[in-house]
């Protein structure tokens, strides 16, 4: 690993650990704590602590690709975030809001020192709850999307929901594009034949 990728991995890990921690020092203070804000949390701290370990880019993505990708961690993000200041949301909301966040993370702690946030190729992972989807992560995410979007579901909400699945779509396309250059990856879609749920390609 080059010293520019290890000293980025450590800002970039820094930086979202401290995400985890103000949100988590925030809902100690909360007398009426929901769940949701906690889901954040993990989520936060899961992707800071990958930052330190992930393994080396064996192939960057191109210019392109990471413009392409770069908005819908962009819109999933703001969609998410009021999640961490909320106050307690209906139980069907929550409910969602949580299993998205519950199979999020457990598809990065998969995904392991894999983990990228842009294009990238790194070792291609075939465990955990990749052995089922090829985007698992997107999946979680985008349940936590839907999760919002039942929590409040006004015009913006709703606007920001459905862009969402644009740009992940968008996103997802453009990954699976430049990854299928590598043999291994393309052996693993062979395999495992479904993007986001058994059943749907």
């Known amino acids: 690993m080059t010293n520019p990728e290890r000293a980025f991995n450590f800002l970039a890990g820094s930086t979202v650990l401290s995400w ?31 930052f330190f370990v992930r393994c080396p880019v064996l192939r960057s993505g191109s210019c392109a690709s990471a413009i392409a990708a770069a908005p819908s961690v962009l819109v999933a993000g703001f969609a998410v975030a009021p999640s961490a200041g909320a106050a307690p949301w209906p139980p069907f909301a929550e409910a969602v809001f949580v299993l998205g966040g519950a199979i999020a993370v457990a598809a990065l702690l998969s995904l392991g020192r894999s983990f990228a946030v842009m294009p990238a190729l790194r070792v291609v992972v075939d465990t955990g709850l990749y052995r089922f989807v090829r985007h698992p992560v997107y999946l979680g995410e985008g349940l936590m999307v839907i999760g919002c979007v039942l929590a409040d579901p006004g ?24 990854l299928s250059r590598d043999a291994a990856y393309v052996d693993y879609c062979r395999r495992v034949r479904w993007r986001w749920l058994p059943g749907l390609r």
């Open 20 to 50: 985890a921690a103000a949100i988590a020092q925030t809902q100690l203070l909360d007398p009426a704590p929901s769940w949701s804000p906690w889901v954040v949390v993990t989520l936060h701290a899961v992707v800071g602590l990958l």
């Open 155 to 178: 015009v913006e909400m709703v606007t920001v929901c459905v862009a969402a699945a644009v740009l992940l779509s968008i996103r997802v396309r453009v990954e699976e594009h430049g």
